[in-house]
């Protein structure tokens, strides 16, 4: 299989559980007396490097490292299983305003020569208000785009040969750029080659992430969705991208339920379905209609419209 319009293989990736693991969609809901059930497992980093070892194993080419409140940090998880594997790259997702663009250049920098070339960014703008004011960030939706787009246009001269000075709405830089430690200019091991610089994945549906998107970013994410609905969306944002004169890849991310046969694919699906109460699920229906994340708004949309049909 290939990538339509590259001709580039399909690259499959697997995910890091660093908030905890379990058998059913709700083993991290506690119950009121605040316990989890049996089934949820702490996501401790010899169950994570466990993972991470069989997915390099199995060749899978690399593994999302997530972001958000109840997660492990993922730069530090990425660098304490980087060691312990051959060839699986690191998706680390972090959150922009959260920390300097220099510095996440620098951090980025560090990971890729520790991994030997293993590292992957994704960048998490947040669409969950209430989730970004507990991490200290109050700005609005369209203000955390508009900041991505000066932080990765910084990050990203980070990465270059030059020194730069910047001067925008939220970061000011004076010569600005990474300074390589001893030999790695004399080896060939400078981030300046663009075979070096970390590939940069992002998501996001409005049309200030999109913009984001067509200028700044290496590959672009969609939640799964109708196959016309992702048809349009892909090609908006290459059209945005064709006007600043880049292409772009594009990743999707999907669920996959796979057993031998159809039916017990099924099965297993409304064996998950059955675990969760309707209290459950409707506490979790006012949650995400609250959020600010359009891509999570057409999530809300798709899940209802579900509903509507049973």
């Known amino acids: 299989m290939t990538e339509s319009g590259t001709g580039r293989p399909i690259e499959v990736h697997w995910f890091l559980p660093t908030s905890g693991d379990g058998r059913s969609v709700v083993d991290f809901f506690p119950d009121p007396d605040g316990r989890l059930p049996a089934s949820a497992r702490r996501a401790d980093i010899d169950y994570l490097r466990q993972i991470a070892q069989a997915a390099d194993r199995l060749g899978f080419a690399g593994v999302l490292t997530p972001t958000g409140v109840q997660c492990e940090d993922a730069w530090l998880t990425a660098a304490a299983l980087a060691p312990d594997t051959d060839r699986l790259r690191f998706i680390v997702a972090f959150r922009p305003g959260l920390v300097l663009p220099t510095?996440?250049?620098?951090?980025a920098a560090t990971l890729q020569r520790i991994s030997r070339g293993r590292t992957l960014i994704n960048i998490v703008t947040g669409g969950d208000a209430e989730e970004q004011r507990t991490y200290g960030d109050f700005l609005d939706h369209d203000q955390r785009y508009e900041r991505t787009a000066e932080f990765l246009e910084v990050m990203r001269r980070c990465w270059g040969p030059a020194l730069f000075d910047f001067e925008g709405q939220h970061y000011r830089v004076q010569f600005g750029g990474l300074r390589p430690p001893v030999g790695e200019v004399a080896t060939g091991g400078s981030l300046a080659g663009s075979a070096r610089?970390?590939?940069v994945y992002f998501g996001g549906a409005s049309p200030a992430a999109e913009r984001v998107a067509?200028?700044?970013v290496d590959v672009y994410l969609l939640w799964g969705e109708p196959p016309a609905w992702v048809a349009e969306r892909v090609a908006r944002v290459r059209a945005l991208a064709a006007e600043q004169g880049r292409t772009l890849r594009f990743g999707i991310r999907l669920h996959v339920i796979a057993r031998s046969r159809e039916a017990d694919a099924?099965?297993?699906a409304e064996r998950l379905l059955s675990t969760m109460s309707p209290q459950q699920v409707e506490a979790a229906r006012r949650r995400f209609?609250?959020?600010e994340s359009v891509g999570q708004q057409r999530m809300s949309q798709l899940a209802g419209d579900a509903l509507d049909m049973r």
């Open 103 to 107: 510095l996440a250049a620098q951090m």
């Open 266 to 268: 099924w099965a297993e």
């Open 197 to 199: 610089q970390p590939p």
């Open 214 to 216: 067509a200028r700044h």
């Open 289 to 291: 209609s609250r959020s």
